[in-house]
């Protein structure tokens, strides 16, 4: 088996967990007590690790939030050069790639060696374009790309991560439903909520971003942030057609929160194509991936509905 999809069956992996039969709990159970924490949790302040400075919220000290990237910047030429392997069937595309012929992941993960990119950013564009080219077909289930159900609570999950690795760093924000519930305590009732991202930061945020180069270098990256927003798919910049696409979605989304919050930063949980990586930033967005994340109980749900025989999950 390829290098590529050995790496593939380690992604997300921070830390090893064993379940005893007590705590071993239905899909939909397991779901709703991550959500549950999610947004219940209550917000407080926790300290650096002792290589990192302590926050002091009682003076104008920016706090700062150092965020290690992983996953390549991808440019628009080798996003459609995979494209080709992705969706041999155009608009006949169908299923998870679980539930195909292993060869057909090994092609995959052959093109994405050669056109510097992961297998899981492949698995997320295939999906994205699946869905472009049947845009009519609302419900995933008859795409073959699982119920919504699954969808939004891996959503949910990958969100609880980022909402762990927050606090974990000593980071202090509100949730997207704290922001809305002390929008209403201050008294507007019948003002127009604004779009809200999912984590607003308490206070400005000095973000360090590292990112790797496509030439083995690492670039450093320094921001001011308001706000941290998260996406569950890989940022694609390939324009599939005139209408509306991954890119200019983002966009859109970006814009509305940069004109209401300022600048922030979008968590891509498989990183960004290299193009909208530049307009982002051009905007005054930050971009993000999973990197730092532990995203193990994310995985270990995944496993339950769209891992093949093996335990590879292949969405």
């Known amino acids: 088996m390829s290098k590529v999809l050995e790496r593939f069956r380690s992604f997300g992996k921070k830390k090893k967990k064993k379940d005893s039969p007590d705590s071993v709990t239905s899909e939909k159970d397991q779901t709703t007590e991550y959500e549950a924490e999610y947004n219940n949790t209550s917000v407080t302040s926790c300290s650096f690790d002792e290589s990192q400075l302590t926050p002091r919220h009682d003076s104008n000290e920016v706090l700062p939030l150092v965020w290690r990237n992983c996953y390549p910047l991808v440019s628009t030429e080798s996003e459609k050069a995979v494209l080709r392997t992705l969706i041999p069937w155009g608009n006949t595309e169908r299923g998870m790639m679980k539930d195909h012929r292993l060869y057909r992941v090994e092609k995959i993960s052959e093109a994405c060696s050669k056109h510097g990119m992961q297998l899981e950013q492949a698995l997320s564009l295939r999906r994205y374009y699946i869905k472009v080219f049947n845009s009519e077909i609302k419900n995933m289930t008859h795409l073959g790309l699982g119920s919504d159900h699954h969808i939004h609570g891996t959503a949910n999950l990958f969100k609880m991560a980022v909402f762990m690795h927050l606090k974990?760093?000593?980071?202090?924000?509100?949730?997207?439903?704290?922001?809305?519930l002390a929008f209403f305590e201050e008294g507007k009732p019948f003002v127009d909520m604004p779009q809200i991202p999912e984590f607003m930061l308490s206070c400005p945020v000095h973000l360090i971003s590292y990112q790797p180069s496509r030439k083995?270098?690492?670039?450093?990256?320094?921001?001011?942030?308001?706000?941290?927003?998260?996406?569950?798919?890989?940022?694609?910049?390939?324009?599939?057609?005139?209408?509306?696409?991954?890119?200019?979605?983002?966009?859109?989304?970006a814009k509305k929160y940069i004109k209401d919050y300022g600048a922030g930063a979008f968590v891509f949980v498989y990183g960004c194509g290299s193009d909208l990586n530049g307009q982002l930033k051009?905007?005054?967005v930050s971009v993000l991936d999973s990197n730092p994340l532990d995203l193990t109980e994310m995985q270990n749900y995944r496993k339950g509905w769209c891992a093949n025989k093996d335990g590879l999950i292949l969405p």
């Open 282 to 284: 051009d905007l005054g």
């Open 216 to 253: 083995g270098a690492t670039i450093t990256e320094h921001a001011q942030i308001n706000w941290i927003h998260t996406q569950m798919f890989y940022g694609a910049y390939t324009r599939p057609c005139q209408s509306n696409n991954n890119a200019s979605s983002v966009l859109r989304t």
């Open 168 to 180: 974990q760093c000593g980071t202090p924000f509100l949730t997207r439903d704290e922001h809305k």
